[in-house]
């Protein structure tokens, strides 16, 4: 949903006094194209919103919203839970919600965010209630207590004719029941304790993704250290796998092992680091692409770990969980400003009109390296192309996300099933493009393609997903895919959602799930077709 940048010109020019007329003159544009602009019926971007800003004495991300941008992402998925949907709300009332009421806006989707912890913790208990048979025996435990000080206090009370020995061995039998009984509960205690410590979150990958967005996918005290480390490197004997592997050696005592098991050969995976043999082993299958980063990768956070943990010291994470996940984003985020410096790489991408296979080719990379790097070239005044990212396994369930403002990824589960992300599946290691418009009106430029990583042996299966990058569609003629699309036929655009759920076209063809809305039934909402819809059966 794109934010209400409109509304923010309308106001900054009515505190200023320009009238419309003067304003539209200075950026040249028609005042009824201004107007349309300002009541957010029309997109701006690019060259038209540096010049509204330069005219408005504003900052460019201050008038594009970035930060309204993602509390209506925030807004959408509220307004779409199960609990609130069916209730009758404007398609344009989250928008003028954030434009007038930002606070409020911000208590409803701090209020939902809560609620869906909240919901995830008692969905966690109720798994390990169901599944944990610790908790299963110190239940079992805690029953048997209760039904021995039971047996004993009956006979206590209906047998008169006990003796006072007999009497003293009963009332030992409850003490003793009654103190095991409190032990158990206080290990019953310490399990819940234990799970809740983990579980404070709602979303550890939500945590990650404020990260992101708060620093715009640009981390400036990482891309420092990368800049330090890479001219080290070069000193050394130039960027290569080589080097990287020499630099491990002679600093930090690290060995590189190709080929073998690995010490641990229950774990899985292309590569592994050991540090209390201080070895680095890749299995024998891994491309000189996945060598090249993780040695990058390990070396960055061995040389660099102060720039690593004084991000995170500045980062709100409230769990351990979501500490070790931003962790090992910002190790990946360190790697790639090592292999694509950034000055370079910015001119690079602008000087192949961003064709990722070229620059795969130039710095020995992986497409979905490359495309990492290109989310990250937000440097304030040396900007690249905004870009969101997506990957998703064969059974289209995502696996990993950067978000884009204004543009509603999913954090997980499945996105769109119209999207080029599960369509580059049918055409594998052919890069699918397509632009896509939401019912919003807001329009994307969207570039997947497969990747796979090779298997080790006959027995394991190569693990193959797709990766999708995203940028608003105004972007689209920088691009080498922008090439040969008329841009502005928007009858070619494919007619798209974030998710079944979240989607409001109701007469959808590829519609996986029902997303009902006021006074509908579910039985006049398109649902998928089932075998009986064809008179099929069960044929077995």
Same mark, same amino acid.
């Given at each position: ?11 900054? $020019? ?12 200075? +950026? ?7 107007? !349309? ?99 299963? =025996?110190?239940?079992? =435990? +805690?029953?048997?207590?209760?039904? *021995? ?14 003796? %006072? ?40 990958? $939500? ?8 620093? =715009? ?31 491990? /050696? ?27 043999? $201080? ?9 000189? *692409? ?15 770990? %102060? ?31 090592? +292999?694509?410096?950034?000055? @370079? ?11 990722? /296979? ?17 989310? #990250?070239?937000? @440097? ?69 393609? #497969? ?12 693990? &193959? ?11 689209? /003629? ?37 997303? !009902? ?8 909402? @398109?649902?998928?077709? &089932?075998? /009986?819809?064809?008179?099929?059966? %069960? @044929?077995?």
């Amino acid at each position: 949903m794109r934010a209400p940048i409109g509304f923010r010109i309308s106001n900054r $020019r009515k505190s200023l006094r320009i009238s419309q007329a003067a304003l539209a003159r200075m +950026v040249g544009i028609s005042p009824s194209y201004l107007n !349309l602009i300002e009541n957010n019926k029309r997109d701006i971007g690019g060259a038209l919103l540096n010049r509204v800003a330069a005219q408005l004495e504003i900052d460019i991300d201050e008038l594009a919203g970035l930060t309204e941008q993602k509390l209506l992402q925030d807004l959408e998925e509220a307004f779409a839970d199960p609990m609130v949907e069916s209730l009758p709300f404007r398609s344009d009332e989250r928008r003028e919600l954030v434009a007038q009421y930002p606070a409020s806006a911000t208590a409803l989707a701090r209020m939902h965010r809560a609620y869906a912890g909240a919901v995830a913790n008692a969905d966690a208990y109720a798994d390990r209630l169901r599944s944990d048979p610790l908790l299963s =025996q110190l239940l079992h =435990q +805690v029953l048997s207590g209760i039904t *021995a000080v039971r047996s004993s206090a009956e006979i206590l009370e209906d047998v008169p004719d006990l003796d %006072d020995a007999e009497r003293r061995q009963f009332l030992a039998a409850i003490g003793r029941e009654a103190r095991t009984l409190s032990d158990v509960a206080r290990n019953l205690i310490g399990q819940f304790e234990t799970s809740n410590e983990t579980r404070r979150s709602g979303s550890p990958a $939500r945590e990650i993704d404020d990260l992101i967005i708060d620093q =715009q996918n640009h981390f400036p005290a990482l891309e420092t250290a990368a800049d330090a480390l890479r001219a080290e490197i070069d000193r050394a004997g130039g960027f290569s796998i080589a080097t990287l592997g020499e630099l491990l /050696d002679s600093k930090f005592g690290v060995s590189v092992v190709i080929g073998g098991k690995p010490a641990d050969a229950g774990f899985p995976g292309p590569y592994r680091f050991d540090p209390s043999r $201080r070895s680095m082993w890749f299995q024998g299958s891994a491309t000189l *692409a996945t060598r090249q980063f993780q040695l990058a990768r390990l070396y960055g956070e061995l040389a660099a770990s %102060d720039a690593i943990k004084g991000t995170l010291n500045k980062a709100s994470l409230s769990t351990p969980t979501a500490q070790r996940l931003a962790s090992r984003a910002l190790g990946s985020y360190l790697a790639g400003a090592i +292999v694509f410096p950034y000055a @370079r790489m910015l001119a690079d991408a602008e000087a192949s009109a961003y064709d990722i /296979d070229h620059l795969r080719q130039m710095y020995h990379a992986s497409f979905e390296q490359v495309a990492h790097r290109l989310v #990250t070239l937000r @440097r304030s005044g040396e900007e690249g192309i905004p870009f969101g990212f997506l990957r998703s396994d064969p059974a289209g369930r995502l696996t990993k996300h950067f978000p884009l403002p204004g543009l509603l990824l999913p954090n997980s589960g499945h996105a769109c099933p119209l999207w080029a992300i599960y369509g580059a599946f049918r055409t594998p290691e052919t890069v699918q493009r397509q632009v896509v418009r939401f019912s919003d009106g807001s329009r994307y430029l969207f570039l997947a393609r #497969t990747v796979q990583r090779r298997a080790g042996s006959f027995r394991e299966q190569p693990v &193959l997903s797709s990766v999708m990058l995203a940028c608003d569609a105004l972007h689209a /003629d920088r691009t080498v895919y922008g090439s040969g699309l008329d841009l502005s036929d928007v009858s070619a655009d494919i007619p798209v959602g974030p998710s079944c759920r979240l989607c409001t076209r109701r007469a959808c063809a590829s519609r996986q799930e029902e997303a !009902l809305s006021p006074g509908e039934s579910s039985a006049e909402v @398109r649902a998928p077709l &089932l075998p /009986d819809d064809f008179g099929l059966g %069960d @044929r077995s």
